[in-house]
C-alpha cells in the first residue's frame, strides 16, 4: 500500500501543464553519488557531509515533482523522525545539540533516500541501486588491503585546509577530515598490536557492521546476474575479502554472517530445494574451516583476552537501562559519557543508542519498521530477493553490539525499500 503526499487529480494534471517537472522522473544520479562516489567522497573528508548535502538534492527534485508516493511501511521511519524532533526537549547545551544533530540527520537522511528511491522507479531500477550497494561493498574491500599495508597512515583530506583550526582542535572532527586507515589497538600485555581496518568509516566496528549488510548484497547480485565471468570474479572477491574482514576480529560481524546465512538455507529447506542447501552447507562449512586454520578464531579470542569487551559491554548496557528509566520516552537527545564504566552511555550498539537517546518510544519505532519490512516482504520468491530479505536478519542479530552510522542504516533501509517497492510493482525479486 502506498499513499500520496502531494496533489493528484485534476489539481496535479494542471500542475503539470504549468509546471514540466510535476511528475517528471527522478534523477538517480543524487543516490548513486553515494554509493558510487564513496571512495572521492572519503578522500575529499565529506563522508559526514555529503549524505546531508545528497538529501537536500533529492528533497529539492520531489518538491520539483509534487507526486511522491510513499509505502505504508516507511511511516514507521517517519514516525521515527519525528519522534527525533520531539526528543530535543532533553538537550541543554550547544555540545549535546551536535550530537543530537548527527545523530537525527541519520536517520533523517535514511528517511529521504527510502522515499526517493521508492519514487524513482523509472530512473532506478532494482539493479542499479544493487550495483551501487555492491561498489560500496568494493570499496570496503580495497580499502580494508589498504588498511593492512598502511595501518598507521592518515589522509589529510582538503577539508582539513578548510576547516577553521578552532573545530581541528575537536578530535571528532579530525578523525573526519584526517580519516585512518586503520584502528591500531596495542592493548597493554600484547606483544604484536591488533591492526584492524576502518577505511571507510572511523572504526573498526563500523567496517565489520558494513560488511555484515553488504554480504548478502554480494550474493544477491550473484544471484541475479547471467554472466559466468561475473560470478567467478564475484566469488574470488568473496575469499579475498575475508583477509580485511579477519583482520577487523569483529565478532559481532561473523554472528550477523552467520544469521543472514543461517535464515537463507532454513527458507531453502523450507521449500525443498536441497541442492542449494547442499551447496550453501559446504560453502559454509569450507569458511570455517579457514577461520579455524588460518588463526582468525584464535586471533579474535586473543583479543579478547587482553581486552575484556564483553565486561566492559555488559557494564555498558546494564547502566544505559538503568539511566532510561529515569527518561523513558523521550530520552537525552544524545550520548552522555559514563564516569564509572570509561564509555558513553548511548553508544555499543543501535539498540542501545536509539534507547538512550531517543527513550523507548523511540527504539520501538525502529524496531516495529524493521519487523514490519520483514513480514511485509516474507513472500519475496527469488534466490536473490531472499539474501536481500536476510540483511534484515544480520542487522537485528548485530543492533545489540554496533551502531548504525549513516551507510549501515542506509543499506538496511534501502535493502527494505527494494523488497517493498519491487512486491508493489512486480520488478522482479
Not at 264 to 289: S, Y
Not at 330 to 345: H, I
Amino acid at each position: 500500500m502506498s499513499v500520496a503526499i502531494t496533489p493528484t487529480g485534476k489539481n496535479n494534471r494542471f500542475l503539470a501543464a504549468v509546471h514540466p517537472s510535476v511528475n517528471a522522473p527522478l534523477p538517480a544520479w543524487p543516490l548513486l553519488t553515494l554509493f558510487y562516489g564513496l571512495p572521492v567522497i572519503w578522500a575529499l573528508g565529506l563522508l559526514q557531509f555529503a549524505p546531508t548535502i545528497l538529501s537536500t538534492v533529492m528533497i529539492i527534485y520531489m518538491v520539483m515533482r509534487r507526486n511522491v508516493l510513499v509505502h505504508s511501511t516507511l511511516w514507521l521511519w517517519f514516525a521515527l523522525m519525528f519522534w527525533g524532533v520531539i526528543c530535543l526537549v532533553s538537550i541543554d547545551t550547544a555540545s549535546e545539540f551536535l550530537g543530537w544533530f548527527q545523530r537525527y540527520m541519520n536517520i533523517f537522511n535514511v528517511g529521504i533516500y527510502a522515499l526517493y528511491y521508492f519514487n524513482a522507479r523509472e530512473r532506478i531500477p532494482n539493479r542499479l541501486l544493487l550495483g551501487g550497494l555492491l561498489s560500496v561493498w568494493i570499496t570496503m574491500v580495497v580499502l580494508g588491503y589498504l588498511a593492512l599495508i598502511f595501518p598507521e597512515f592518515r589522509l589529510r583530506t582538503p577539508m582539513s585546509f578548510i576547516m577553521p583550526g578552532g573545530l581541528l582542535n575537536n578530535e571528532l572532527v579530525r578523525t573526519y577530515v584526517y580519516p585512518a586507515m586503520a584502528e591500531v589497538q596495542r592493548p597493554w600485555g600484547v606483544d604484536v598490536p591488533y591492526n584492524r581496518p576502518a577505511a571507510p568509516f572511523n572504526y573498526a566496528n563500523s567496517w565489520g557492521l558494513a560488511y555484515a549488510l553488504l554480504t548478502p548484497i554480494v550474493f544477491a547480485f550473484m544471484a541475479r546476474v547471467k554472466s559466468t565471468a561475473v560470478k567467478i570474479l564475484l566469488g574470488l572477491a568473496l575469499v579475498l575479502s575475508l583477509v580485511p574482514a579477519v583482520a577487523t576480529s569483529n565478532r559481532g560481524m561473523f554472528i550477523g554472517l552467520g544469521a543472514a546465512c543461517a535464515y537463507v538455507l532454513l527458507r531453502l529447506l523450507m521449500r525443498g530445494d536441497w541442492r542449494a542447501v547442499g551447496i550453501g552447507a559446504v560453502l559454509i562449512m569450507g569458511t570455517a574451516t579457514y577461520l579455524t586454520v588460518s588463526g582468525a578464531v584464535e586471533q579474535i579470542l586473543g583479543r579478547q583476552e587482553y581486552s575484556d569487551s564483553t565486561g566492559g559491554r555488559t557494564s555498558l548496557y546494564e547502566l544505559t537501562f538503568a539511566y532510561t528509566l529515569r527518561s523513558p520516552f523521550v530520552g537525552y537527545g544524545t550520548s552522555q559519557m559514563s564516569e564509572s564504566v570509561g564509555v558513553s552511555m548511548g553508544t555499543q550498539g543501535q539498540i542501545w543508542a536509539l534507547m538512550f537517546c531517543f527513550g523507548f518510544v523511540g527504539l520501538s519505532l525502529f524496531l516495529l519498521y524493521v519487523i514490519s519490512a520483514f513480514v511485509n516482504t516474507w513472500h519475496i520468491a527469488s534466490l536473490s530477493g531472499l539474501w536481500i530479505h536476510s540483511v534484515i536478519v544480520s542487522a537485528l542479530a548485530v543492533a545489540v553490539f554496533y551502531s548504525f552510522d549513516v551507510m549501515q542504516l542506509t543499506v538496511l533501509v534501502l535493502s527494505a525499500s527494494l523488497m517493498v517497492r519491487s512486491r508493489m510493482y512486480g520488478e522482479g525479486l
